[in-house]
């Protein structure tokens, strides 16, 4: 995390407007789309709420969390504005400690942190699913360095396939590619972009 710390956060998240946008990221979106079995979902990382709103509308019971009093603000005057329910907390991202085998879906998407942290955190990640649970993750890869449509100028915070794979080889991985899209995700997240994309499921169940 380090440069990216609170106050960096509150900064980002305080004005009126959603600087991610309203609506749900696209590929979090068309995966909890063919999910038919709903239950516990957890969005770490999660902003102004974007994501977690679309969930809660499907059904899904969201705990969400994010260190930007800024964000849980905006997150809840977004689930108000779509009558629905979300557990939003502020907790820092390095130092959450998760119900293990509580949840039957994490979607991280768009969450970036040095190298020293993303292990430990990936692994409370896999931690928190149940069996049968899955992993959906969107983040930029390393291609998406000098590019000005999001994401961290920083390389030692943005992601290869191999990290991702070594990070959550304990899945069965249903899911995981490079790809470049375009991004049209509110000011912050707008233009060409090469983004990794992985979907995982813990085995031991179904979903």
């Known amino acids: 995390m380090s440069k990216y710390a609170n106050d960096f956060w509150d900064e980002r998240y305080s004005s009126k407007d959603y600087v991610y946008g309203e609506y749900p990221n696209h590929f979090l979106k068309e995966q909890l789309d063919k999910i038919s079995s ?4 957890l969005l770490p ?3 102004e709420g974007r994501n977690a709103v679309y969930a809660a509308k499907l059904g899904w019971k969201v705990d969400a969390f994010d260190q930007s009093v800024n964000a849980q603000n905006k997150a809840l005057k977004l689930a108000q504005k779509n009558k629905v329910k979300i557990n939003y907390r502020i ?6 400690v998760p119900l293990k085998n509580h949840y039957d879906a994490v979607a991280i998407i768009f969450v970036h942190f040095s190298q020293e942290f993303s292990n430990a955190f990936h692994k409370k990640i896999l931690d928190s699913l149940k069996p049968g649970g899955k992993i ?12 000005n449509s999001g994401g961290p100028q920083d390389l030692a915070m943005l992601y290869t396939l191999d990290d991702i794979k070594n990070d959550f080889d304990s899945l069965k991985t249903i899911l995981l590619e490079e790809v470049n899209i375009f991004l049209d995700e509110g000011d912050k997240h707008r233009g060409d972009a090469s983004v ?12």
């Open 136 to 147: 959906i993750l969107e983040v930029f890869s390393k291609n998406q360095l000098g590019k």
């Open 91 to 96: 907790v820092d991202l390095t130092k959450f």
């Open 38 to 41: 709903l239950g516990k979902l």
């Open 45 to 47: 990382g999660e902003g």
């Open 196 to 207: 990794i994309r992985f979907v995982g499921e813990k085995v031991g169940g179904t979903l």
